[in-house]
């Protein structure tokens, strides 16, 4: 399977109906109201400019489910929730393209993955009480933002928590023993991949230790895992190693 990549320049703002399916209006129209730099939390900065850059990061998202691509945008939305923005994140893309695949593409269940470094409280958070999304996260516990502990999840939400220093043996393990069981358990017609580079070894924010290769053998197996796969950037802070890693999950998705 092929991921084409692309970014703000072949896609189109996401529409605001869209976006409503997973936020609030009030939270929408504060994104909307920014007219000077400000800061929406302690990590969250936003301009003028911010309410355009998410709703095409939204709208890339969108993209790659109808396209079968990977998203390349900021900002990264797995920490938003319906009601605010968090993290550096202000809309949650991959929420708003799981959403638009169901209403728009007919496609009834959606398996989220997430292997950003940090858990996706947000996306969590969005699909806690629906059965028909798939919810599954690896991530580095106990760390940011607090969320995805031990024995936190339901029937449709899969944590799994891993020590500071992990590496590739600890994720191949997770994958077989949860992550596989749990996504073909679900059987849904899309697979979308919360991507996240933040696990790397050589990534400032983060204490896991995976390979380029993981990414690699990440995508590859996630591919598998379902019918259509897409995906969507989310944290990756190494700006030296990030463009090669996404070439390296990009590899692994056109296997």
């Known amino acids: 399977m092929l991921l084409e990549a692309f970014a703000y320049d072949s896609v189109e703002p996401a529409p605001i ?16 109201a920014i007219a000077e730099p ?15 850059a998410a709703l095409l990061a ?44 169901q ?44 969320t995805g502990g031990p024995g936190e999840g339901n029937e449709t939400t899969v944590n799994v928590p891993l020590a500071a220093l992990s590496g590739d043996a600890e994720y191949e393990r997770a994958f077989a023993d949860v992550v596989e069981p749990a996504i073909r358990g679900f059987s849904p017609g899309l697979v979308l991949v919360s991507a996240g580079f933040d696990a790397h070894a050589s990534d400032p924010l983060a204490d896991i230790r ?21 995906a969507v950037l989310e944290g990756g802070y190494n700006i030296e190693t990030l463009p090669r890693l996404v070439r390296a999950a990009l590899e692994g998705f056109s296997n």
Not at 23 to 30: A, K, L, P, S
Not at 40 to 52: C, K, Q
Not at 210 to 230: H, N, Q
């Open 17 to 32: 109906e869209a976006i409503l399916r997973c936020h609030t209006e009030e939270h929408v129209e504060r994104i909307r």
């Open 38 to 52: 400000t800061w929406l939390d302690a990590d969250t900065v936003a301009s003028e400019t911010t309410f355009e």
């Open 58 to 101: 939204a709208g890339a998202a969108i993209a790659a489910v109808e396209r079968g691509g990977f998203a390349l945008v900021r900002p990264p939305g797995h920490h938003a929730p319906a009601g605010r923005a968090m993290g550096f994140c202000i809309f949650n893309n991959a929420a708003v393209a799981a959403r638009h695949a």
């Open 103 to 146: 209403a728009e593409l007919g496609i009834d269940r959606v398996a989220i993955l997430d292997w950003d470094v940090h858990h996706g409280n947000g996306t969590q958070a969005i699909f806690w009480d629906d059965p028909s999304v798939l919810y599954v996260s690896l991530h580095e516990w106990p760390f940011y933002p607090g």
């Open 210 to 230: 995976l390979s380029d290769g993981a990414f690699t053998w990440m995508a590859e197996r996630a591919a598998t895992l379902g019918p259509r796969v897409a």
